[in-house]
């Protein structure tokens, strides 16, 4: 089972900053959060992840609360093209981390 | 750099019949991983190969097999298919380094959307 917990779905008006939040309470010391998005009829695109600190890039921002157990994503000036379903993911590192996706956040951004 | 690749997009199959798709994984990658996503639902772990071997398997039955090519392009067999195989299958790649606990990141293919009559 998914160890995330999200919102069904999220509105946001085009050119605001869409806020993204997760739940990962029972999240362990050597998981990191990750973030993908998967856009209709495509496979699911990376978007960022971190372990303990605030992460940016050319994408979005990941915001990790200090104990760790729960997270933003915040896409800084949404687009209607960010329309997707938007999904936190705990993993640990290694190579048997594979992706435990839930059902995500359905993100529709309105002009 | 080339991304993830799979064969075909489409594909429909009868109940009882078998099928494989294929996957070229990105360039450099050494770990190929599969997922099955059903309409509405989060795309749910299949296995994943490393380094040829699998290391890694999610809650499927046997009839659900793969392998991984020494070029690390792999394919997902499935046998006996039933109406509830009907599903979006997706290939991701990633790069695992030799540090046991170092973090890495996957590639996802567009998938193949099977249908099961």
């Known amino acids: 089972d998914a160890k995330t917990t999200q919102p069904t779905s999220m509105d946001c008006a085009e050119g605001r900053a869409a806020n993204l939040p997760c739940n990962h309470s029972t999240i362990s010391g050597n998981e990191y959060v990750y973030w993908y998005r998967q856009i209709h009829s495509q496979g699911p695109q990376y978007i960022i992840h971190g372990l303990k600190n605030n992460e940016t890039n050319e994408m979005a921002s990941l915001i990790i609360t200090e104990d760790r157990k729960s997270s933003t994503l915040i896409l800084p000036h949404a687009t209607l093209r960010d329309t997707a379903v938007y999904y936190c993911i705990v993993r640990r590192g290694g190579s048997q981390g594979n992706l435990i996706f839930g059902k995500g956040t359905k993100l529709s951004v309105k002009p | 750099e080339t991304g993830v690749t799979q064969s075909p997009t489409h594909l429909i199959k009868t109940r009882g019949q078998q099928v494989t798709l294929r996957c070229s994984s990105q360039?450099?990658?050494?770990?190929v991983s599969w997922y099955q996503q059903a309409l509405g639902q989060g795309p749910q772990f299949i296995f994943q190969?490393?380094?040829?071997?699998?290391?890694g398997r999610g809650n499927f039955p046997p009839r659900f097999s793969g392998l991984q090519f020494p070029n690390y392009s792999s394919e997902l067999n499935v046998n006996a298919l039933e109406l509830d195989d009907s599903a979006l299958y997706l290939c991701?790649?990633?790069?695992?380094?030799?540090?046991?606990?170092?973090?890495?990141?996957?590639?996802f293919g567009s998938g193949t959307r099977l249908t099961v009559v």
């Open positions: 360039s450099g990658h050494n770990t």
């Open positions: 991701a790649s990633s790069l695992v380094p030799p540090d046991p606990g170092a973090n890495y990141g996957y590639t």
């Open positions: 190969y490393y380094r040829e071997e699998e290391n």
